[in-house]
């Protein structure tokens, strides 16, 4: 069965950083791609990030220039580097993958994560 347990959030103030990680475990595919979403109280679930197998990216326009994905394929691992932090990026982050080599539309996403909090005070 397909895991994600993702690590690193928490609280920071507004213009710091964070690194959250995410590890992939048994996974019966052998290409995918990953993806981090997340959902703030009272809002939709929206996706931030997504890497494809071979390494295009996508942002969401909130994040663009502030937020890096990547992956380590040798470790089955994404990270998400969050820099210049704002109170609006508090939400709980999931981190999510979906068979393929291609970059997947949100919805198509089936492996997730339980998540992890980021908190940004201001």
């Known amino acids: 069965q397909v895991q994600l347990v993702e690590s690193g959030g928490g609280l920071v103030q507004a213009g710091n950083s964070l690194r959250l990680s995410c590890a992939v475990s048994?996974?019966?595919?052998?290409?995918?791609?990953l993806g981090w979403f997340r959902q703030a109280p009272g809002k939709e679930r929206e996706l931030v990030a997504a890497i494809s197998w071979f390494g295009s990216t996508y942002y969401a326009d909130s994040v663009k220039g502030r937020f890096t994905i990547s992956r380590d394929k040798a470790n089955d691992t994404t990270a998400l580097q969050m820099f210049s932090l704002k109170p609006e990026d508090t939400a709980t982050y999931y981190c999510a993958a979906r068979k393929g080599l291609t970059l997947p539309q949100p919805k198509e996403y089936n492996y997730w994560g339980q998540g992890t909090q980021v908190t940004v005070s201001s």
């Open positions: 048994g996974r019966t595919f052998s290409v995918y791609a």
